[in-house]
Each structure stands twice: as C-alpha cells, then as structure tokens.
Nanobody
Framework: QVQLVESGGGLVQAGGSLRLSCAAS????????MNWYRQAPGKQRELVAT???????TYEDSVKGRFTISRDNAENTVYLQMNSLKPEDTAVYYC???????????WGKGTLVTVSS
C-alpha cells in the first residue's frame, strides 16, 4: 500500500531553516510527481511546491526564493529545504502524491513547522 511519512518539522526562530523529508513506498516513486502542501491554523490546505519526474519544480509565490524541493529516487524520498522562515510559514506540512494509474491522492500524516517571531 502507498505510504508517505514526513519528518523534520519543529520549532525554529524567524530567519532560520528546516529540511523536511518524505519517505515514500508502495508505488513507483521515480515516475511520479511529488507535492508538498501546508495547512495553517484556520486556513485551507495550500500547495507549496511540486517536483515532476523530470525534476521540474514549481512553487507557491510566497515561498519562491526561500524553499527548494528536491528528490532522491534511489531513496524514494522527497525533500523540502526551507530557508529564511517567517512566522507565516507556520503550518502542518504534508507530502502528497497521485500515483500514475491509481486515480486518487495519497497523503502523509504531516509534520508541524512552527516559526517564532
């Protein structure tokens, strides 16, 4: 079965950095687009970053230049490097995939990132 396990969240001061990891299993990782979403308290879940199988990346406007998504196909892991963190980045961050041929989305349980001012 498809499993996504996030790690790397925590408490950091504004201006600091964190690297999130998402370990994936149960599908062919290398051929699939992987996504990071986040959900702040009282807000809707939003797409933060995407990386395709060809390693093309896209970012939500507020994180451009600060966050970097990457993938390691040998380790079936996708990363989100977050630099220059701001209090407004505080949220639960989720890993997401809709594996080719599966027709549905899969989500991890999320990892909490708290940025203090």
């Amino acid at each position: 079965q498809v499993q996504l396990v996030e790690s790397g969240g925590g408490l950091v001061q504004a201006g600091g950095s964190l690297r999130l990891s998402c370990a994936a299993s149960g599908f062919i990782f290398s051929i699939n687009t992987m996504n990071w979403y986040r959900q702040a308290p009282g807000k809707q879940r939003e797409l933060v970053a995407t990386i395709t199988s060809a390693r093309t990346t896209t970012y939500e406007d507020s994180v451009k230049g600060r966050f970097t998504i990457s993938r390691d196909n040998a380790e079936n892991t996708v990363y989100l490097q977050m630099n220059s963190l701001k209090p407004e980045d505080t949220a639960v961050y989720y890993c997401n995939v809709r594996p080719r041929g599966y027709g549905i989305d899969y989500w991890g349980k999320g990892t909490l990132v708290t940025v203090s001012s």
